[in-house]
């Protein structure tokens, strides 16, 4: 891959890590907001959901962890000029899956078939 599409890519992971790091530090404080000692039926119903919100948004918050460590690995590979080898088959994953998924380890063969027996998720 020519060092102009590498600088692209590189741009639009950290781009993505940005947002994702921006999106998940609104998250931590807005799940971190302590709840009131609620002691009637409507108070004690609405810290259920408080809990049920503060549940949701630690999921998406280990989910946003998730994608910042691929992305962190998909960084390392343009270091190590690996960026764009399929890890399952070692051909060139095409630029439009790419452009799609930048993270993206495996070309899409080979992400089916892993998925298809219960790999990756």
Do not use: H, W
């Not at 002691?39 to 994608?67: K, R």
């Not at 890890?87 to 790419?98: V, Y």
């Amino acid at each position: 891959m020519r060092a102009t599409e590498l600088k692209k890519f590189k741009k639009l992971l950290l781009e993505q890590r940005a947002k994702l790091t921006g999106s998940m530090g609104r998250m931590a404080e807005e799940a971190l907001k302590p709840n009131g000692g609620g002691q009637d039926v409507d108070e004690i119903a609405d810290q259920g959901s408080d809990q049920f919100e503060q549940q949701l948004t630690l999921g998406l918050m280990e989910a946003g962890q998730q994608e910042v460590a691929r992305i962190d690995e998909a960084l390392k590979r343009i270091e190590d000029k690996t960026y764009g080898i399929c890890e399952g088959c070692q051909a060139k994953i095409p630029k439009p899956r790419l452009e799609a998924v930048p993270s993206a380890r495996y070309c899409v063969e080979c992400q089916s078939k892993l998925e298809r027996f219960g790999v990756l998720g």
